[in-house]
C-alpha cells in the first residue's frame, strides 16, 4: 500500500514522501508497517506476515505506478488529490486509489485503477457506494500490452486497431458504462481512450446430402462472442486529461444493471465534451450481384466514412504528437 498513519493525530504519509524511522501504522488495522524504500523498487508500506486487513492485499507495480502518476499529474496543475482513501458512504466505507478534488473542493472524484477481475455484482456495488456518497467514479483499467495481439494502425492518425481482443466481462460492463474506456498505459504513463466494437467473423457456407436432399448452412456474417474489435486512440499524456460530471439513467441489461446518478468521466483539454472517436466496423455491401456486405474498420474523414488504411505497427512507448 502507499499510504499509511503515523503520530497521534494519525497523520497520512504516503510511501514516496516518508522517511525511515518514524513508527507507521496501517490506516485500516492500525496495526504497525514497514517502509520499504530503496532504489530499485517503488516505495511502499508492508504489513507484518500473516496480517489479514484488506489494506494488506497485494497490488502489481503498475497498479501502484498508475495512482501515483495520476496524483502527481492532478498536482502538477495545483489541485488536491488523495491516494489510498475512505469515502464514507450509506453502505459503509469505499477506499478511492485516488481521489480527485475540483478546483475550490467544489466536488470530488474518485479513480479506480482495475486490473484484477471482477464481477457484476461488485462492479454495481461499488460504484452505487460512491454514488451514495456524492462521489462520482471513473473506472480505469490498465493496458497490458501482451493481451492485445496483433495491432495495426490506421494511417495518419493516431489510432490503433485489434481486430480480435478478448475483451473481459468486467471491462465490457466498464465500457457500456462509461460509453469508452480509458486505459492507463504503464509504459508509455500516460492514457489511451478505447472504444469497443463487433468483432465480426464469417461462417463459409457449406452443403451435404442427407435423406435424399441436399441442405446447406453458413454463408453469412455473425457478431463473435468471444472476441471484440478495439479501437485505441493516443496515448495521451496525463496532463491533457480533465474530468467532467454526467447524468446517468439506470439501465438495464440481461446480466447487468448500470446504475443510476451523477456519474464522471475523462475529457482532453480543449476538446469537445460530445467527442467521439472517429473509427468503427462498417458494413460495406460488394460491388457486384446478390446482397453480399463483407466489415471492415473505416476512419471519418471530413464527415465521410471510408475504408481504413491500416499498417502493421506496435504501440508507441512514449507520448508522441501526430501531425
Known amino acids: 500500500m502507499l499510504v499509511a498513519v503515523h503520530g ?7 510511501a514516496g514522501h516518508a522517511a525511515k524511522g518514524p513508527a507507521y501504522s496501517c490506516p485500516g488495522c492500525k ?12 516505495p511502499y508500506f508492508g504489513h507484518r506476515p500473516g ?30 488529490c488523495d491516494v489510498e482513501i475512505e469515502v464514507l458512504s450509506i453502505d459503509g466505507d469505499r477506499r478511492a486509489d485516488v481521489l480527485l478534488h475540483a478546483p475550490d473542493d467544489a466536488y470530488r472524484v474518485a479513480l479506480e485503477v482495475q486490473n484484477s477481475p471482477l464481477d457484476y455484482t461488485a ?10 456518497a456524492r462521489v462520482p ?3 480505469v483499467p490498465i493496458l497490458i500490452r501482451k493481451r492485445l495481439g496483433d495491432v495495426q494502425r490506421i494511417a495518419g492518425t ?3 486497431y485489434i481486430s480480435h481482443f478478448s475483451a473481459a466481462p468486467w471491462q465490457l460492463w466498464i465500457h457500456d458504462l462509461q460509453g469508452g474506456l480509458w486505459y492507463y498505459d504503464p509504459v508509455a504513463r500516460g492514457v489511451w481512450r478505447g472504444v469497443l466494437d463487433d468483432c465480426m467473423l464469417y461462417r463459409n457456407p457449406t452443403t451435404w446430402f442427407a435423406d ?4 446447406s448452412a453458413g454463408g453469412h456474417w455473425y457478431s463473435s462472442e468471444r472476441w471484440s474489435s478495439l479501437f485505441l486512440e493516443g496515448p495521451f499524456d496525463l496532463s491533457q486529461l480533465r474530468v467532467k460530471r454526467v447524468k446517468r439513467a ?18 482532453l483539454a480543449d476538446e469537445p465534451r460530445d467527442y467521439a472517436m472517429p473509427a468503427r466496423i462498417g458494413r460495406t455491401k460488394a460491388d457486384g450481384p446478390g446482397d453480399f456486405h463483407y466489415y471492415r474498420a473505416e476512419h471519418r474523414v471530413d464527415n465521410q466514412w471510408v475504408s481504413a488504411s491500416l499498417e502493421a505497427s506496435v504501440l508507441p512507448d512514449t507520448i508522441r504528437t501526430f501531425e
Not at 8 to 14: G, L, S, Y
Open 8 to 14: 497521534a493525530d494519525d497523520k497520512r504519509v504516503e
Open 31 to 42: 496495526a504497525p508497517v514497514t517502509l520499504a524504500k530503496g532504489r530499485i523498487r517503488r
Open 51 to 80: 496480517a489479514a486487513c484488506s489494506y494488506a492485499a497485494l497490488e502489481t507495480w503498475e497498479h501502484q505506478q498508475a495512482k501515483e502518476d495520476f496524483a502527481t499529474a492532478y498536482r502538477a496543475r495545483g489541485l488536491m
Open 123 to 132: 462492479l454495481e456495488v461499488r460504484t452505487t457506494a460512491y454514488l451514495n
Open 137 to 139: 467514479v471513473i473506472w
Open 158 to 160: 493516431n489510432i490503433y
Open 212 to 215: 435424399g436432399d441436399e441442405h
Open 250 to 267: 439506470l439501465r438495464k441489461r440481461r446480466a447487468y444493471h448500470l446504475p443510476a446518478g451523477i456519474g464522471a468521466d475523462f475529457i
